[in-house]
């Protein structure tokens, strides 16, 4: 079957920074995306991988490894409105996107 | 970027009425949109793929005689929940994408309550 993982929830301190690990296994494999979602809104875009590497953007950074299944968003220099979930999602073979269920973060001053 | 707008916003109906929510790309032509629903707590759920002027096609578990879903333009799909039961209340979202980057943006959400 197809399946990505992450962690439920996670806290971090204002200021700070944290990454959020996301794997999975799916039927073919065309990106890796990172959403990011406050209660009670639709989500938002973060960033796209398909090569293995690092993207940085910002204060956000995303890591891809293919041979690995595995990815991580990467958001330093913390701040309260950083409170959200964060949601990993995988592009199928059919293009389909595959969501995990989400990290949600909190962040304490 | 690209903007997809969804309408209402919000609403509250009688259990037993139906509700239509429309999606639109404002500034993009989308050939296929998306429509999801997301519980409390819960991560997006795909209900169906939208196709303009070809029938829409339903994940495994979901009615399509109860979500009824039209694609007429390249810039407009709609659902419509009939005959609503409160364990329809949700969060519906839908997004459309693009060619490149694969990237799908989402509308707002419609919150939909049944009473």
């Known amino acids: 079957g197809q399946n990505i993982d992450q962690p439920t929830e996670m806290t971090a301190t204002e200021g700070a920074i944290v990454q959020i690990n996301c794997t999975y296994q799916t039927s073919g494999f065309n990106g890796l995306f990172w959403y990011q979602q406050h209660a009670g809104e639709a989500p938002t875009f973060l960033s796209y991988?398909?090569l293995d590497g690092l993207e940085e953007k910002g204060r956000f950074s995303s890591f891809l490894s293919r041979s690995k299944g595995y990815s991580y968003l990467l958001l330093k220099e913390l701040q309260m409105k950083d409170s959200a979930s964060y949601l990993c999602a995988v592009l199928a073979s059919n293009y389909q996107l595959i969501w995990g269920a989400g990290t949600k973060l909190i962040i304490k001053p | 970027g690209a903007v997809v707008s969804q309408h209402p916003s919000w609403v509250i109906c009688k259990s037993g009425t139906s509700v239509k929510i429309e999606c639109r790309s404002l500034d993009f032509q989308a050939t296929t949109m998306f429509w999801y629903r997301q519980f409390p707590k819960q991560s997006l759920m795909l209900m169906a793929t939208?196709?303009?002027?070809?029938?829409?096609?339903?994940e495994q578990g979901v009615e399509k005689d109860k979500f009824l879903i039209n694609h007429a333009s390249l810039t407009l799909s709609t659902l419509t929940v009939t005959s609503a039961h409160p364990e329809d209340s949700s969060f519906y979202i839908c997004?459309?994408?693009?060619?490149?980057?694969?990237?799908?943006?989402f509308g707002p959400g419609t919150r939909l309550t049944v009473t």
């Open positions: 939208s196709n303009e002027g070809s029938k829409a096609t339903y």
């Open positions: 997004s459309a994408h693009l060619s490149e980057p694969y990237e799908q943006y």
């Open positions: 991988n398909v």
